[in-house]
């Protein structure tokens, strides 16, 4: 906000109204929960502007040397002039860098409404000034204490005047002149050093061990001669029985004028420190997406046919991620994002029966028919937006419950941003440049540094580890590097080449304290503008991904194996027709009897099966692979098992004998109804799986008799969305909503403000809704029609809501008037008897 040569704001609703519509968007777009919803006119924007919420969340929201500058503003005087800010950052001796920092720190403060003010009298924001300033139940991060005044507050006349008297001064009459004498001592460079000078030694590494703060300590009934000495002289004094504070004017004067120990007006570096060629990075980063891919596949294959159970509370139960971590060979943290990054995405879901389970979603199907770039693409936005945090999964929410993947509690609203700001970080490093975790930690914590009880818990740090390695397993990085298609996700310009340095903030400062690496805090895309920049990612990423093959290699120990990735038919058939032995560059697949005749229950015939391998082979069929394929299909479906509860039936009553014969046979409890039929108390689900795990092939079959094809893709959910992301707050306003609700402040700030003409009755008392009778705001609102002139009036809404509006009578007839709304910026109709009362405007 800016200021001007108009008089001096007495308010923050005064300084609000001299900034421009632009200062007001800023405002309204660094701090959306004041537009939430549109404020009516600009005093009740002001109001919110102060509500402790607000002004928390605006305060969580600054960098560190911002911050710290508030906290000065804090201990400092209200109002104080710039200089005196100045003094308190940079101290006695001066600082190059804090002061080319500190205007833009202030005009932070000011662009937030957290200070207003010309630069001779800056006030901090009154909700602002009682979060920071210090007290002995919330202490100031500056590590000062109370004021002189402050701290003599409650404390006798005659004690006040012997310490007046213990340091050389005059003695007052009122215990108000004796404290500012004190704390004009106090302020005094020169006086101060000669009283310090005097000083036993001891006395001395009592203030030192004060001066940083807390400064707040513990005293007996009979003090020590040292502590006796600063006590008697005021250096010390006491706010309750057994304790002392430091005043804050001597901490000043002990520490050179500074507000903060370290004051850190630049922001920490994020510089790489390995670098590699951007086509290695790319390359890597492609080759970890393609694994991205197929461990997805994977998983939502393995869920295929009902996935596991989902937990009463919800979410997957512990035991059931360990299985899904063994079948996906990887950790449980790293087999819970995946699951977790599916769910985002919209591709698994809960089946919603009665006993539920997790299982792909129809959206599944449509996305494995995308080409694999665009597939990439859809798992990487989802990731970039979602709130929920796989990294919490295995930790305890405030309840002290386990959280679970898939689970409630998993939502963190800081986690897009910060995976973001990460990708941002990374962006502004030359290609190919890698930096250390650390580096990036350090950044975040300057741009978001904690207050008060975030301190124990650094989420932002987590968030931003956890972005590190995920991006990493997703292929959006690559060595640690951003790549090519990562930097297109998020929507970050071309990479600069090793050397060059960015355009950023760092730009402000002195050539000698500039630093190369300093990006610009780019704001997220909007969804149209995410839309865009997930197409260029996966236009960047398709050269980079192998084509698909339509072949394999068949050898004869029973294996084949794809030397890359395969189509999508024929990656489908051979799933079914065999096992995956080994992943990697190279895909092997093994044929067993099993997998032979689980494609022969999917409704394929051994001829089928055939001509399949033949076509799709580069090397002749083994003979081995002929002979176990036409082996299975000799054997399968001569038993038939069907519900009775269940029975086995075969046209080989020789073949039941044997089974009946079987030791194994036993815990199925099978009896013969007849040659060629047995029945078991088992399902036919159970009686199959029983007659497999012996050796034969049966097959399933339905009342009619004819065999059930079992099919893949049998288990899908129904239609599902993907999960909304739990939003950190309002989101920031577009420009069009942003022009809407500044135009409607000021008009009804026009409406709050514009003076008024009395009325006949008496005086319009600002606050109040006009009130005159029918007959008077009739007449006026007619006389207003032909002189042009705008009146004020009062109305009240169907819903009983009262407001104030500014309008130009166009036309007044059938209990109506038509007139242009100020404060609305259109032409209304309103009926005349919800009119409360009418004023006319002064002529000013």
Known sequence: MSTDDRPAPRSLAEALRACDDASLAALLRARPDLITPVPTDLTQLATRAGTRASVLRALERLDRFALQTAEALAVAADPAAYDEVLGLMAGDAGDPVVAAALPRAVGTLREQALVWGGDDRLRLVRTARELLAPSAQHPSPTGLGPTVQEATAGMSPGRIQEIVTAVGLSSTHDPVSAAAALTALFTDRERMAALLDQAPAPSLEVLDRLVWGPPYGQVTADPAPRLRWLLDRGLLL?????????????????????????????????????????????????????????????????????????????????????????????????????????????????????????????????WLERPAAERWARLAEAWLAATRTPGVVGGRDAKDRTLSALGPGLDRSAAPEVRHRVLSLLAGLPAGGAPSAEAVLERLRWERPLRGPQRGDDLRSRLATWTLSEAELLGVTGRGALSGHGRALIGAPAARP???????????????????????????????????????????????????????????????????????????????????????????????????????????????????????????????????????????????????????????????????????????????????????????????????????????????????????????????????????????????????????????????????????????????????????????????????????????????????????????????????????????????????????????
């Open 238 to 366: 006491p706010t309750a029985p057994g304790t002392v504070v430091l005043p804050r004017e001597v901490a000043l004067h002990l520490r050179a004028g500074r507000a903060h120990r370290e004051p850190e007006p630049v922001p920490p570096a994020v510089e790489p420190v390995s670098a590699h060629r951007p086509e290695m990075v790319d390359a890597t980063a492609a080759g970890q997406a393609y694994t991205a891919l197929a461990t997805v596949e994977e998983l939502l294959k393995d869920w295929d046919e009902g996935g596991p159970a989902v937990l009463r509370a919800g979410g997957l139960s512990v035991r059931d991620l360990k299985r899904t971590a063994v079948a996906l060979d990887v950790a449980e943290p790293v087999a819970a994002f995946w699951v977790e990054l599916a769910y985002a995405a919209g591709l698994l879901a809960s089946d919603g029966e009665a006993d539920e389970r997790y299982a792909p979603t129809p959206a599944y199907d449509e």
């Open 498 to 844: 090793a050397g060059a340095a960015p355009a950023g903030p760092g730009d402000k400062l002195p050539v000698h304290h500039r630093h190369p690496y300093q990006p610009a805090v780019r704001e997220p895309l909007s969804a149209a503008e995410q839309a865009v920049a997930t197409a260029a990612a996966a236009k960047a990423l398709a050269p980079l991904l192998p084509e698909p093959l339509d072949h394999v290699l068949l050898q004869a120990d029973l294996t084949a194996v794809a030397p890359g990735p395969l189509r999508r038919p024929l990656a489908d058939v051979l799933g079914v027709l065999a096992d995956v032995e080994s992943k990697g560059g190279a895909t092997v697949y093994r044929f067993t009897p099993a997998s032979v005749r689980r494609a022969l229950d999917a409704g394929r015939a051994a001829s089928d099966l055939h001509a399949f391998l033949a076509a799709h082979s580069r090397t002749p069929v083994p003979q081995p692979l002929a002979y176990l394929i036409d082996d299975v299909a000799r054997r399968h479906g001569q038993l038939r098992v069907g519900a009775a509860s269940a029975y086995v039936r075969c046209d080989d009553d020789a073949l039941l004998s044997e089974i009946l014969a079987d030791r194994r046979a036993a815990a199925l409890r099978l009896r013969r109804l007849a040659p060629t039929v047995l029945a078991a108390p088992a399902d036919p689900a159970t009686l199959l799986e029983g007659l497999r795990a012996m050796g034969y092939a049966p097959a399933a079959e339905s009342a009619e008799g004819d065999v059930l094809i079992t099919r893949a893709d049998a288990r899908r959910t129904p239609p599902r969305t993907a999960p909304e992301p739990v939003p950190d707050g309002p989101p920031p306003p577009d420009a069009t909503l942003l022009s809407a609700a500044i135009r409607a402040i000021r008009a009804g700030d026009l409406a709050a403000t514009a003076p008024r003409k009395p009325a006949a009755g008496g005086p319009v008392s600002d606050g109040h809704l006009p009130r005159t009778g029918s007959a008077e705001t009739l007449a006026t609102m007619q006389a207003a029609v032909l002189t042009g002139e705008a009146l004020w009036i009062g109305y009240v809404n169907a819903e009983g809501a009262a407001s104030q509006r500014v309008i130009a009578p166009i036309r007044v007839e059938g209990g109506f008037v038509t007139a242009y709304d100020h404060t609305a910026d259109e032409v209304r109709t309103y009926p005349l008897h919800r009119v409360t009362g009418v004023a006319e405007l002064a002529e000013d």
